[in-house]
C-alpha cells in the first residue's frame, strides 16, 4: 500500500491547493446548483400541496399510517453518523488517516441532520402545531409526553444537530483563519473575520483548541450512539410485529455507520475529482475508508441476521409471518434487493482490485445507499401492511408521486447545503492535513528509509 | 401532564397495571359485543356518524382507506372448502378498545391522548400534532386520522347538513387523529345529571349511540364497577376479567367448563387489557 500523503507537500502548497477550492466555482457547478435547487423545488410545491390539501395526498391510510417520510427520515440520521465516527472516534483512536477526510464527512452529518429534521415536519398532521413537542412553559403547564419515544427524538436529535454544528464549527476555527489571512477584501472576508473568533494561532490558544475539541468530540461518540438509538426505540418500542425487536438499537446504528461510510466515499470521489484533491484525499485513504465500510457491512450484516433469527426462532407467530410476508410479498422486491445491496455487494470491497477502482466504487457506494434506503422502507411498510390484526392488512398501498416528489427534493436540499458548504468553507482540513505531513515527515526522519508500507 | 402531576403524583398519574384499581373508584365504563346477536347490519356504524359528526368521505376516499367509521363491521368467511356464498359471513364490530394498558397512550409525544379516570381513553383534538404514532402502535388499528380538511374544503357537510350536525360533539378538522370516544358526550351529561340527583350514574341510564340502535341488543355497555350493571354481570358470568391476559374460555384447566363460556377480548395476549369484551359466535356445529 502507499503512502497516505506525502510527507513533501509544502504548506504553502496545501493552503493553496485547499483555498483554490474555493475560488471561482466551474460551470459544472452552478449546473449541479440549479438542479438542487429545482430538485427542492418539487419538493416545496409538493408539501405545499400537501399542507393545504391534507396528508392524504399523500396516500397513505388508516392503517398505513407512516411511510416514505419516515423511512427518509431515518435514511438521512443514518447518514448523519459517519461524520462523527470519522471526527470524533477515529480522532480519539489517533487514526491519522482520517484528517484529509473528516472535515466533509462532518459537513456531511451536520447537513443530513437538518434534512432529518424536515422531514419530521412533513409527516406531521398539522405541523403548526410542532413546537406542542417541546417542553416550553405556558400557562397551563402542559407538557410534552416523556414517555413517548418521538420526544426522546427531538431531543435527541436538537442535541445532535447543536453538538455536530459546534464541533464542525470549532474544528473549522484554525481554517477560517487562513481564510481569513488570505482571502482578498469582501463579504467572505467579512465572514472569515468573524468566524475565526481573532485566532493567531498562539500557543495558548492552540492548547485551549486542543482541549475543546477533545471535549467535544468525547461528547459527541455517545450522542451518536444514542441519537440511532432513540431513532430505533420509536420501532423497538412499540408493539408492531417486525418493529418489536429487542436488537433494533445497535442494528440502527450499525446500519446508520454504514450508509454514512458509504455516502463518504461518494462525496470523497467526487470532491477528489471536482477539486483537484488527488494529493490529500488519496487512494490509500479511500483503502482505508474501503476497508471500514467493508467491516461495517459486514456489523450490519449479522446483526440483520440475528434480527431474522431471532424472530424465526421466537415464539412470536406473527413477527414469523410479518418476516415470510417481507420476503414473498409485494415488498419481496424490494426486500431482496435491500439483501443484495447491503449485504451481497459489499463482499466485493473485500477484494483489493476493487478498493482502489474509483469508478466501481463510485457506482457501488450509491448502490449500497440504496440498499440503505430500501432497508428503512421495509423497515416501515411491510409493517403497516401485514401487522397484528388481519383485517386491516392492506398490502396495495403504494406511496404518492408527492412521497415520492418530497423525498426526491430531500436529495437535492442536502446538495444544495453541501454545496454551498464546499465553496464557503474549506472541505479539507488544511493544519490537520499539514500535521499530518509534519508527522509523516518526522517519522521517515527518524526511521531509517525502508521502501514500502508504514 | 401538569407540573404538580410531575411532581407529587406521578404514580396516580399513570397507572401500571389495570388490577391497580385506584383510578376506577366510582366508573369503568366497559363494554360487550354479543357477536351471536350481530347481523352484521351496519346500523351501529350509521349511528356513530349521526352521533359523532363523522364526514361521510366517499367512495373514492374509503377506498383509499380514509374512512372514519369509529365503528366498523368486519367480515370473515370461514375458509371451509364451500362455495363463497354459502359460506355465510361472521361479523365482527371493532371499534376503539379503550385498552386499560393501551399502546396509543404511551407513545403519543403531546400526551394528546390519555386514560380518563373513568377509564376511558380519551382523545384531545386541540393538542393533537398529527404524527400518528397512537395509530402505528394501535393493533387494532381502531383510529382514523383527518386525511383532509373535510368540514371545509372537502364539503362534507353542504348546507343545510350542517344543521344537523351534533351540537356536543367538535366538528374536527384535518390533521388529528380519532376514534370512539364510548360516546363520552353522553357520559358526562348522564354523570352530570346524576351528580345533580346526587347519586351514581345508573345501569341503563347511559347508552352508546351503536348499542342505543342495536336491533338485536349485541351491544351492551355500561359501569362496570357497579355489580347491578349488565355489562359487569355479563363479564362475570363469562369469567372475563379486565386485568387478565388468558380468559377462563382460553385456559385448559377449565376445559369442561370452558365449552359453556364465550366471553374473549380481541388480542388479549398483547397485554392491553380492552374493556370490550366480545362473546363468541355459537357455531352450528358447537350446538
Redesign the interface.
Known amino acids: 500500500m502507499g503512502k497516505d500523503i506525502r510527507e513533501d507537500i509544502a504548506w504553502a502548497q496545501i493552503n493553496k491547493d485547499v483555498l483554490k477550492s474555493l475560488e471561482s466555482p466551474r460551470r459544472m457547478y452552478w449546473v449541479i446548483l440549479f438542479i438542487a435547487i429545482a430538485m427542492i423545488g418539487v419538493a416545496v410545491g409538493c408539501e405545499i400541496y400537501q399542507y393545504t ?4 395526498v399523500a ?8 411511510s416514505l417520510y419516515i423511512a427518509t427520515f431515518i435514511f438521512w440520521i443514518g447518514m448523519s453518523h459517519s461524520g462523527t465516527l470519522l471526527s470524533a472516534i477515529l480522532h480519539l483512536m489517533h487514526a491519522d488517516w482520517r484528517k484529509p477526510i473528516y472535515r466533509f464527512a462532518e459537513a456531511m452529518t451536520t447537513f443530513s441532520l437538518m434534512t432529518a429534521g424536515l422531514f419530521v415536519l412533513v ?5 403548526w ?2 413546537y ?2 417541546m417542553p416550553y412553559p405556558n400557562e ?12 426522546w427524538d ?1 431531543f435527541a436529535i436538537a442535541t445532535y444537530l447543536s453538538s455536530s454544528v459546534l464541533f464542525l464549527y470549532v474544528g473549522m476555527i484554525p481554517d477560517l483563519a487562513i481564510c481569513r489571512d488570505n482571502i482578498h477584501a469582501g463579504w467572505r472576508k467579512k465572514l472569515y473575520t468573524v468566524m475565526s473568533l481573532g485566532w493567531e494561532g498562539t500557543d495558548r490558544q492552540w492548547r485551549n483548541f486542543r482541549i475543546t475539541y477533545l471535549t467535544i468530540a468525547c461528547f459527541l461518540i455517545p450522542l451518536a450512539v444514542s441519537v440511532h438509538s432513540i431513532v430505533a426505540s ?1 420501532f423497538a ?4 410485529p417486525g418493529w418489536h425487536v429487542t436488537s433494533f438499537p445497535p442494528y440502527f446504528v450499525a446500519g446508520a455507520l454504514y450508509s454514512g461510510c458509504a455516502a463518504i466515499i461518494t462525496l470523497f470521489i467526487i470532491l477528489r475529482y471536482v477539486f483537484k484533491f488527488e494529493e490529500y484525499m488519496t487512494l490509500p485513504i479511500m483503502k482505508k475508508l474501503v476497508r471500514l465500510t467493508f467491516a461495517i457491512a459486514m456489523v450490519w450484516t449479522y446483526l440483520n441476521l440475528i434480527e431474522f433469527a431471532s424472530v424465526w426462532y421466537g415464539h412470536d407467530q406473527t413477527a414469523k409471518d410479518q418476516l415470510i410476508f417481507k420476503a414473498t410479498g409485494p415488498y419481496a422486491p424490494y426486500f431482496w434487493a435491500m439483501i443484495f445491496f447491503g449485504s451481497i455487494l459489499p463482499l466485493m470491497l473485500a477484494f483489493k482490485r476493487f478498493q482502489t477502482h474509483l469508478p466501481i466504487l463510485f457506482v457501488v457506494s450509491i448502490l449500497l445507499n440504496v440498499g440503505m434506503w430500501l432497508e428503512r422502507w421495509m423497515i416501515i411498510s411491510p409493517s ?1 401492511a401485514h ?3 388481519p ?2 392488512w ?1 398490502h396495495d ?1 403504494w406511496p404518492s408521486l408527492v412521497q415520492w416528489g418530497i423525498v426526491f427534493g430531500s436529495f437535492g436540499w442536502f446538495t444544495l447545503l453541501f454545496m454551498v458548504f464546499c465553496k464557503v468553507f474549506p472541505s479539507v482540513s488544511m493544519y490537520e492535513v499539514k500535521e499530518m505531513v509534519y508527522h509523516r515527515s518526522l517519522a521517515l526522519k527518524h526511521k531509517p528509509a525502508v521502501k514500502g508500507d508504514y | 401532564m401538569s407540573i404538580t402531576n410531575l411532581l407529587e403524583n406521578w404514580s396516580d398519574f399513570r397507572q401500571q397495571h389495570p388490577s391497580d384499581d385506584r383510578p376506577h373508584r366510582e366508573y369503568k365504563w366497559a363494554m360487550s359485543i354479543d357477536l351471536d346477536s350481530c347481523t352484521g347490519c351496519n346500523a351501529c356504524s350509521v349511528a356513530c356518524y349521526a352521533e359523532n359528526n363523522l364526514p361521510v368521505v366517499g367512495k373514492e376516499k374509503f377506498a383509499h382507506g380514509h374512512s372514519h367509521h369509529w365503528i366498523r363491521i368486519e367480515r370473515y368467511w370461514d375458509n371451509d372448502g364451500r362455495e363463497f356464498a354459502d359460506q355465510g359471513a361472521q361479523f365482527l364490530p371493532m371499534l376503539c378498545q379503550h385498552c386499560e394498558s393501551a399502546p396509543c397512550e404511551t407513545v403519543c409525544p403531546v400526551g394528546a391522548t390519555n386514560h380518563t379516570a373513568d377509564g376511558l381513553n380519551s382523545q384531545v383534538y386541540n393538542r393533537c400534532v398529527g404524527s400518528r404514532y397512537c395509530n402505528a402502535n394501535c393493533p387494532y388499528k381502531a383510529r382514523y386520522f383527518n386525511w383532509y380538511d373535510y368540514p371545509t374544503t372537502d364539503n362534507v357537510w353542504p348546507e343545510p347538513m350542517n344543521q344537523q350536525l351534533n351540537p356536543d360533539v367538535t366538528v374536527r378538522g384535518k390533521g388529528v387523529m380519532e376514534k370512539c370516544t364510548f360516546c363520552v358526550q353522553r357520559l358526562t351529561v348522564a354523570k352530570s345529571n346524576a351528580r345533580s340527583a346526587g347519586r351514581g350514574v345508573l345501569d341503563g341510564e347511559v347508552q352508546t349511540a351503536c348499542q342505543q340502535v342495536c336491533p338485536t341488543g349485541a351491544i351492551s355497555f355500561g359501569n362496570l364497577v357497579d355489580p347491578l350493571a349488565k355489562v359487569g354481570k355479563q363479564w362475570m358470568t363469562q369469567q372475563v376479567e379486565l386485568n387478565k391476559d388468558k380468559q377462563a374460555k382460553d385456559v385448559k384447566d377449565v376445559e369442561e367448563k370452558a365449552a359453556k363460556l364465550r366471553g374473549y377480548r380481541i388480542l388479549e395476549e398483547l397485554r392491553t387489557y380492552p374493556s370490550v369484551m366480545y362473546l363468541e359466535q355459537l357455531r352450528e356445529s358447537a350446538i
Not at chain 1, 390539501?53 to 392524504?56: C, F, L, P, R, V
Not at chain 1, 418500542?237 to 408492531?240: F, G, L, Q, T
Open positions: 390539501t391534507g396528508m392524504g396516500n397513505k391510510n388508516n392503517s398505513h399510517v407512516w409527516h406531521l398532521g398539522r405541523l402545531m410542532v406542542y413537542v397551563r403547564w402542559v407538557w410534552p409526553n416523556f414517555q413517548s419515544p418521538l420526544v427531538m420509536d418500542m412499540s408493539n408492531m403497516f401487522g397484528h390484526y383485517w386491516t392492506d398501498q
